[in-house]
């Protein structure tokens, strides 16, 4: 009886002190797109348009890379068409570049801008993104459109920007 006391406290010790064993947590900062990965959604070729690049880490670490925030969307609204391994509750992490500096924005957080004459890596209507307000505002003073947050990006919205040959 007492080793199974002697246990249970020394359990109870370690977890009120921090000592349990440490678990890492997953890496989900974003990964080097290579030249030769393509886009799940179109089969374009991301790397060649680094400041249009989506890309979402899923927690076991692997990445999709999408040479657009447009495609990284139409994705996210339809996972089981264009990813098998994968299902919504395994992305860990969804990252966008921002247009005018090319690093990665946490793309729930960034700010897209919709209506601008800035044409996507297929020459069709896309959604620049930004790191910050300022950047979205200054890029519609120059180019038109209006700012659109992650939760704005509806199916709708998708859907009104395919009109090319970009269409899913």
């Not at 264009?82 to 957080?109: E, L, Y």
């Amino acid at each position: 009886m007492i080793p199974r006391l002697l246990c249970a406290t020394l359990a109870t010790t370690f977890l009120t002190l921090g000592l349990a064993p440490m678990v890492a947590a997953a890496d989900l900062s974003p990964q080097y797109v290579q030249r030769s990965a393509r886009c799940p959604v179109c089969g374009m070729y991301p790397y060649r348009s680094p400041q249009w690049m989506g890309q979402i880490v899923f927690n076991d670490q692997t990445a999709s890379t999408f040479d657009s925030p447009v495609d990284m969307f139409r994705f996210l609204n339809n996972m089981v068409l264009f990813d098998k391994q994968h299902k919504p509750a395994d992305v860990g992490a969804i990252w966008v570049a921002d247009f005018g500096t090319k690093a990665w924005v946490d793309a729930r957080k960034a700010f897209y801008v919709i209506g601008s004459k800035a044409l996507g890596p297929m020459n069709d209507p896309n959604l620049p993104a930004f790191a910050t307000r300022e950047a979205a505002d200054a890029h519609i003073n120059a180019q038109g459109g209006k700012v659109l947050l992650f939760g704005e990006v509806t199916r709708e919205v998708i859907k009104s920007l395919s009109g090319g040959q970009h269409r899913h």
